[in-house]
């Protein structure tokens, strides 16, 4: 009985190391597998079945069969691939429009807001002129003070017939008990949660979170960034001891439909709902920015925000700008930041200098010799925690959103990006941009030689483990 149940154990084993094999598009995350699954025969093979198998995509193909639910992404080329030829960066968007497969959208209003204090009462304004819906989808939703006051707009909403419909994470939920879902209970607010855990084989998804955060009001307001909901955003705040710097961006225009589709998309396939064709209003013209929204995550073939990262650096001329919480380049990336730098191309890079995940941050100062080594800037922005995500390409190209510059983010997140080419808003982000680095350390190569020996071994430790941080 022993003899079998060892046989049967190490075939589990090898035939998990088998699949990551042939099914790990990365050769650091399928050797990781195959070491793990062979090494700890059993249970290797059941972390691996737990964490490293994407699921989603299989789900997206069963929905996609049925004519409901992701799949826009497998679409052709879209009609505007032409139209790039009329502004700057257009080989970039010739990439954008390839890989995302959706148009550009012209005379878009883009609003740039700074902080809770400024985001918030934005959102609850438009939530309070609602005629027809309201779609939200947030990682985080506390039910602190903050998220009651949504709790309650969103509630008196559904209660003069406005469709109110919200999506939360199954797993950022929980950052707070009760959650805010459950105070939406009896309401008419329509709700549900992205991929919540379960044991069955088929259900139980760990890393693949929705980390999207998006307002659609009316298809003619749209909010999106790298805000969640709870207190912790007002930073204006002296006394809120974990208060995060972060922005947010109010939309009008065409490109809400951009929004609205995503939030659909992920509500039919948190909900198994089948889509019904229905006749959405257009959203007026109202600005002079050209934009695209990109949606990205695990159900899809192409890595979409990494294929425009890399183009992105590809194609600057002069000016690079990077600022995000959460560092931690794939070799491919690494490789284009400093391409960029050799070909004399300014890389700025802006990280928090106190990071709310250690590992994370370690495993990113690991990278930092190889940056400096190639003269790319990197600077460190002191507390409150800064959450902010952009891209900002010479000086007409924005690239803003949820998605944080690593693997999670990358890979395994559903995240939500919105492409800006208006010089006037990128005008603005570069101003941001640029007052923050003036408050901020630069990092040099002096302080990385004379960091310790077990500072240094720390770092280049949890640097092994990038893909799956």
Not at 283 to 311: F, Y
Not at 415 to 428: A, K, M, P, S, T
Request: proline share 5%; net charge positive.
């Amino acid at each position: 009985m022993l003899t079998l149940l060892i046989v049967f154990i190490w075939g589990i084993s090898i035939f998990s190391a088998g699949h990551a094999l042939l099914s790990k598009r990365d050769p650091r995350a399928g050797l990781g597998w195959i070491v793990t699954c062979l090494a700890l025969p059993g249970f290797g093979a059941f972390c691996y079945w737990l964490l490293g198998v994407n699921r989603i995509r299989t789900k997206a193909r069963e929905l996609q069969s049925q004519g409901q639910g992701m799949h826009w992404m497998e679409t052709s080329p879209p009609e505007s691939a032409g139209t790039t030829e009329v502004v700057g960066c257009g080989c970039l968007l010739n990439l954008s429009n390839e890989v995302t497969r959706r148009p550009l959208t012209f005379k878009n209003s883009v609003e740039v807001l700074y902080n809770g204090e400024q985001t918030y009462p934005a959102m609850l304004e438009a939530i309070r002129t609602a005629q027809e819906h309201i779609f939200l989808s947030s990682y985080i939703f506390q039910a602190d003070k903050t998220g009651r006051l949504f709790v309650r707009e969103l509630t008196a909403a559904a209660e003069r017939g406005v469709d109110v419909r919200v999506l939360t994470d199954a797993f950022g939920e929980r950052y707070s008990l009760p959650t805010a879902r459950r105070l939406l209970r009896g309401s008419k607010v329509k709700t549900t949660n992205f991929l919540p855990p379960s044991l069955s084989r088929r259900s139980f998804y760990l890393n693949m979170r929705n980390h999207r955060k998006l307002l659609i009001v009316d298809s003619r307001y749209g909010f999106t960034g790298g805000m969640n909901i709870w207190d912790r955003h007002l930073a204006a705040i002296k006394n809120n001891a974990r208060r995060v710097i972060d922005i947010h961006f109010r939309l009008e225009g065409p490109v809400c439909a951009h929004l609205r589709d995503a939030f659909m998309e992920d509500w039919h396939f948190a909900t198994n709902e089948v889509r019904h064709h229905r006749d959405w209003p257009e959203a007026p013209s109202s600005g002079t920015a050209i934009c695209r929204g990109i949606s990205a995550g695990p159900n899809e073939i192409h890595e979409k925000l990494n294929w425009i990262l890399i183009g992105a650096l590809s194609c600057a001329r002069h000016r690079v700008r990077i600022m995000t919480p959460y560092f931690i380049p794939t070799r491919a990336q690494l490789a284009a930041i400093n391409a960029a730098s050799l070909r004399g191309v300014q890389v700025e890079i802006l990280l928090p200098e106190k990071n709310n995940l250690p590992f994370v941050d370690w495993a990113s100062r690991g990278y930092l010799y190889e940056l400096l080594e190639y003269d790319t800037m990197v600077y460190y922005q002191p507390p409150p925690f800064v959450h902010s995500k952009m891209l900002l390409i010479d000086d007409e190209y924005a690239l803003v959103g949820s998605a944080n510059l690593d693997p999670r983010s990358l890979r395994l997140n559903f995240e939500f990006n919105v492409e800006i080419i208006d010089r006037n808003l990128v005008g603005e982000l570069i101003r941001h941009f640029d007052h923050a680095r003036q408050h901020s350390s630069e990092v040099s190569m002096e302080q990385l030689e004379r960091r310790s020996i077990p500072e240094r071994m720390r770092n280049a430790f949890c640097k092994l483990f990038s893909p799956y941080l």
